[in-house]
C-alpha cells in the first residue's frame, strides 16, 4: 500500500547547526499523526520540509509515493494552519477563503461552492463578509481551518493551532478538528506541545527530542510503555 507521506533520512541545517538529525516516518492514508515534543526540538521544521516551505538538507520526501524534494509548495496538495492564523488582514473572510483558489484559476462557481460548504461545517457563514480585525480568536482560527479545508489538501498539516486560544475554547476546537478528521478522512499531521492534545487526537503519536524521533506509536502504548525516562516524562503514566 502507497503511504501518504513517506521522510526517508531527513537531515535539516541551518549553517552549521544540525537541526533534524535523519528522521524516517511512515504516515498511512487518513491516520491522524500528532508531533509532540519539547519547544525547539525541530517540530516546525519538519513541518516545514513537509510542506515545502524550506528543503531539506539530505533525504527524500515522498507524497503518495512521488518524491517531492524541491516541488513547489503550491504544487504539492497539501494546507496548513499555523498558530498565528495568517490571515490577510485588509481582506474579508470570503476572500481569505477564496484568495488561494482564484490563484488555482478555479471557476467562481466552484469556489462559491467550496466556501459555503466550509463555512457551514465551521459555523462561519454568518461571518463572511467581516474581516480578520472583527472576529474572536476562536472565530480567526476557524477561518484560518477553512481556508485549509476549500483547497481539498491530501494532507493537513496543523502547526500548534490552538495554542494561542484559551483553554475553554481549545478544548471546543480539538474535538471539532478530531470530529473534522472523522468527517473528512485526511491524513491529517497536528503538532503541539500539549501532552493531553496529543493523547485524545492522535492515532499515533511521534515523540520527537533534539531533532530525533524517541519513540510512535498509539496513546496507550506510549502511556502504559514508554521507552525511556523522557517519553514517561512527556506523556507516560505516574511512575
Ligand atoms: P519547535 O517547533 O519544535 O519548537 P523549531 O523547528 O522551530 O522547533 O526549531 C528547531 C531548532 O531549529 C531551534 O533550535 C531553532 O532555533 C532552529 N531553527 C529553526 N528555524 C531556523 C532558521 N530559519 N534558522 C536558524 N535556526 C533555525
Ligand atoms: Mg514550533
Excluded at 541551518?14 to 525547539?40: K, M, N, Q, R, T
Excluded at 518524491?67 to 498565528?84: D, H, I, T, Y
Excluded at 485549509?148 to 493537513?156: D, L, M, T, W, Y
Amino acid at each position: 500500500m502507497t503511504h501518504a507521506l513517506d521522510l526517508r533520512q531527513i537531515r535539516k541545517s541551518f549553517g552549521p547547526v544540525d537541526v533534524i538529525h535523519g528522521i524516517d516516518l511512515a504516515i498511512g492514508e487518513g491516520e491522524f499523526v500528532v508531533f509532540v515534543g519539547p519547544s525547539g526540538c525541530g517540530k516546525s521544521t519538519l513541518l516545514r520540509l513537509i510542506a515545502g516551505l524550506d528543503d531539506p538538507t539530505s533525504g527524500d520526501i515522498l507524497l503518495q509515493g512521488r518524491r517531492v524534494n524541491g516541488v513547489p509548495a503550491s504544487e504539492r496538495g497539501l494546507s496548513m494552519v499555523f498558530q498565528s492564523y495568517a490571515l490577510y488582514p485588509h481582506m474579508s473572510v470570503r476572500q481569505n477563503l477564496s484568495f488561494g483558489l482564484e490563484n488555482l484559476r478555479m471557476p467562481k462557481a466552484e469556489i462559491a461552492q467550496r466556501i459555503e460548504a466550509a463555512a457551514k461545517m465551521l459555523q462561519i457563514d454568518h461571518l463572511l463578509a467581516r474581516r480578520p480585525g472583527q472576529l474572536s480568536g476562536g472565530q480567526r482560527q476557524r477561518v484560518a481551518i477553512g481556508r485549509a479545508i476549500v483547497r481539498e489538501p491530501v494532507i493537513f498539516l496543523f502547526d500548534e493551532p490552538l495554542s494561542n486560544l484559551d483553554a475553554e475554547l481549545r478544548l471546543q476546537m480539538r474535538v471539532e478538528i478530531s470530529d473534522l478528521h472523522a468527517k473528512l478522512g485526511n491524513t491529517m499531521i497536528y503538532v503541539t506541545h500539549d501532552q493531553i492534545e496529543a493523547m485524545t487526537m492522535a492515532d499515533r503519536i511521534v515523540v520527537l527530542r533534539g531533532g530525533r524521533i524517541e519513540q510512535i506509536g498509539a496513546p496507550l502504548d506510549l502511556y502504559n510503555h514508554p521507552a525511556n525516562k523522557f517519553v514517561a516524562g512527556f506523556i507516560g503514566a505516574p511512575q
